[in-house]
């Protein structure tokens, strides 16, 4: 994954820099003439469509349109390419529907594609420390079947309920922890949960409260199915590889994957909003 910088970066040229900074009116004339490139993904449509962002009322998660204005997004996006490998955009896990917004726009030209999903490099970040409310394996687990237990979210969402507990607002729908016990794909404790706020400590029977960070994370999006659906293209993410590839050294302690949007609305082309987060050094 590549740490952006001025002048530097494939996926978002000088011209929509300035093309940001205008006002509304240049901008229409630039779109009228021709002189900022179209950057959207053939997926965008769809996640356009079916985009939602994760508000909570009473503790509750809920699923509602979208209303951030695109220009939040955008200027989002202008913050992470103007920032150098050195310097991580400081960021946070109450982003999501920024993160949804920006998949949704396509400001960003795909790092890999195909028909049904869209990869994007997010660059580096780093997170303050936060809690999480998690279902946890506790001891160390193997890949595969061992994590389909925790992967059952249904007891967890309803202990959510009966204890109405607050969660952040505007954080992912559900985050995954891959705590690797030495090395990364190896054994490692799983969890599984939600952001709650710093100040909540009444973990009830079953569910832990982790504190996760700061950290300092390399960053990908992915749009689209899910590894067992029908044209998936998660397999393309390769995060390890284009860490290594942008020269950043993988920590091999934690792997993490932010739900910002399940799209079961759909049965043909399911366009999720996922970012894999992988902690450097």
């Known amino acids: 994954m590549s740490g952006a910088s001025e002048g530097r970066h494939p996926a978002f040229p000088s011209a929509n820099r300035r093309f940001l900074v205008a006002s509304p009116g240049q901008r229409a004339r630039a779109r009228r003439e021709g002189r900022v490139p179209s950057l959207r993904s053939p997926v965008t ?131 995954y922890l891959y705590n690797w016990v030495n090395d990364a794909q190896g054994p490692m404790v799983f969890d599984v949960g939600v952001v709650v706020p710093d100040a909540f400590d009444a973990a009830p029977p079953g569910l832990l409260l982790r504190r996760v960070g700061p950290l300092k994370v390399a960053s990908l999006l992915y749009v689209g199915p899910f590894p067992h659906e029908t044209g998936t293209g998660w397999h393309e993410l390769r995060w390890e590889e284009r860490a290594r590839q942008a020269g950043h050294k993988y920590t091999e302690r934690l792997y993490r994957e ?24």
């Open 258 to 281: 932010l739900y910002h949007h399940f799209d079961y609305a759909s049965s043909d082309n399911r366009q999720h909003v996922v970012e894999v987060q992988i902690e450097i050094e």
């Open 45 to 175: 449509a769809k996640v356009r469509q079916t985009a939602s962002v994760g508000i909570f009322a009473d503790g509750m998660h809920e699923q509602v349109p979208s209303r951030v204005p695109a220009l939040i997004a955008l200027a989002c996006c202008l913050q992470a390419v103007v920032a150098s490998a050195d310097e991580p955009v400081a960021a946070t896990l109450t982003e999501s529907p920024r993160l949804v917004e920006l998949a949704s726009a396509a400001t960003l030209r795909p790092i890999a594609q195909g028909e049904r999903f869209a990869i994007y490099d997010l660059g580096v970040k780093s997170y303050p420390q936060a809690t999480l409310l998690v279902q946890s394996s506790v001891t160390p687990i193997n890949l595969g079947a061992e994590m389909a237990p925790l992967m059952d979210t249904a007891g967890l969402w309803a202990t959510i309920r009966e204890h109405n507990i607050p969660i952040r607002q505007h954080s992912p729908a559900e985050v």
